[in-house]
Nanobody
Framework: QVQLVESGGGLVQAGGSLRLSCAASGSSFDINAMGWYRQAPGKQRELVAVFSSDGSTIYADSVKGRFTMSRGNAKNTVSLQMNSLKPEDTAAYYC?????????????????WGQGTQVTVSS
């Protein structure tokens, strides 16, 4: 069973910075895509940043130039450096991974989510 464990988050004033980290653990799996989504109260979950399966990095327009996502050497960790935070960035942030399981010649994929970490930006 693959687990995603998030760390970071918290309360910060507008203009401040926070760093989120996520690590995938388990056995015998690959990761096809990995990144972050967020969900504010009363709103749908939305993409923040993701390393896609083709190797490209996708950022939401609302965070471009302020947020930077990086990947660890082991490829099973991602971090999100969030600078110049705004009150509208307040949300629960969820780590996401597209998990690939190979058993013999068979292959299956599924989406995995972390438990979420709260980011609150005060004005």
């Amino acid at each position: 069973q693959v687990q995603l464990v998030e760390s970071g988050g918290g309360l910060v004033q507008a203009g401040g910075s926070l760093r989120l980290s996520c690590a995938a653990s388990g056995s015998s799996f690959d990761i096809n895509a990995m990144g972050w989504y967020r969900q504010a109260p009363g709103k749908q979950r939305e993409l923040v940043a993701v390393f896609s399966s083709d190797g490209s990095t996708i950022y939401a327009d609302s965070v471009k130039g302020r947020f930077t996502m990086s990947r660890g050497n082991a490829k099973n960790t991602v971090s999100l450096q969030m600078n110049s935070l705004k009150p509208e960035d307040t949300a629960a942030y969820y780590c996401y991974a597209r998990i690939v399981i190979r058993v013999g010649v068979s292959r299956s994929e599924y989406n995995k989510w972390g438990q979420g970490t709260q980011v609150t930006v005060s004005s």
